[in-house]
C-alpha cells in the first residue's frame, strides 16, 4: 500500500522560509515523477512542482525563482524548500505522484504565511 506522509508546515513571517518533506512507502520511488501540490482555503488544489525519475524540474510561474524541489531515491524523500514566503502561499501542501492518483493523497501539511 502506497503512503505518502508530508511534514514541516508550520507559521511563517512574510518574507520567511520553512523546508517541507514527504516520505514515500510502498512504491518503487526511483521510477516515478513526483509533484508538491497546494490547496489554499477555497481553492482547487494547484501544482507547484515536479521532479522527474532523472531530476529534471519544473515549476509554476508563481513559485519560480522562490521554491526548489529535490527528491532523495535512497531515503524516498520529495522535499520543497521555499523561500520568500508571501501570504498567498497560505494552503495545505501536498506531494503525490506527477500525474498524482486520486488515492495517494495524505493528510498534508498547513502553511500559513502571516504577520
Known amino acids: 500500500q502506497v503512503q505518502l506522509v508530508e511534514s514541516g508546515g508550520g507559521l511563517v513571517q512574510p518574507g520567511g522560509s520553512l523546508r517541507l518533506s514527504c516520505t514515500v512507502s510502498?512504491?518503487?520511488?526511483?521510477?516515478?515523477?513526483m509533484g508538491w501540490f497546494r490547496q489554499a482555503p477555497g481553492k482547487e488544489r494547484e501544482l507547484v512542482a515536479t521532479i522527474s525519475d532523472q531530476g529534471k524540474t519544473t515549476y509554476t510561474d508563481f513559485v519560480k525563482g522562490r521554491f526548489t524541489i529535490s527528491r532523495d531515491n535512497i531515503k524516498k524523500t520529495v522535499t520543497l524548500q521555499m523561500n520568500n514566503l508571501n501570504s498567498e502561499d497560505t494552503a495545505v501542501y501536498y506531494c503525490?505522484?506527477?500525474?498524482?492518483?486520486?488515492?495517494?493523497w495524505g493528510q498534508g501539511t498547513q502553511v500559513t504565511v502571516s504577520s
Open positions: 503525490n505522484k506527477d500525474p498524482p492518483y486520486v488515492t495517494w
Open positions: 510502498g512504491l518503487t520511488f526511483w521510477l516515478h515523477s
